[in-house]
């Protein structure tokens, strides 16, 4: 069992950066592929990214792949993304996942734990 809490979520500009934060509790977070993914009312939950156990694989949705990075923290059971060039499309509240049977988890149902999520507005 492990519990996900999101950060570091807020209202900002298009060209702007955001960082968010997604810690972990328990003692077996390197055991989990971290991702996130991002959600507007009305449609379904769509993938950002994702990060292997070890950070050693990355996969991006094309529509942030140059944007955004993720990063991950064993020692601090806390996952990272950067999201830069911020878009109004990027409206979304973001959530972070933890997987605990694939390496890099690209769907929703692949995951077994998430977060509460965190909203990011994107003003033009």
């Known amino acids: 069992q492990v519990q996900l809490v999101e950060s570091g979520g807020g209202l900002v500009q298009a060209g702007d950066s955001l960082r968010l934060s997604c810690a972990a509790s328990g003692r077996t977070f390197s055991s989990y592929a971290m991702g996130w993914f991002r959600q507007v009312p009305g449609k379904e939950r769509e993938f950002v990214t994702t990060i292997s156990r070890s950070g050693g694989d990355i996969y991006y949705a094309d529509s942030v792949k140059g944007r955004f990075t993720i990063s991950r923290d064993n020692a601090k059971n806390t996952v990272y993304l950067q999201m830069n060039s911020l878009k109004p499309e990027d409206t979304a509240v973001y959530y972070c996942?933890?997987?605990?049977?694939?390496?890099?988890?690209?769907?929703?149902?692949?995951?077994?734990?998430w977060g509460q999520g965190t909203q990011v507005t994107v003003s033009s």
């Open positions: 996942a933890a997987a605990t049977r694939y390496l890099v988890p690209s769907s929703a149902r692949e995951y077994n734990y």
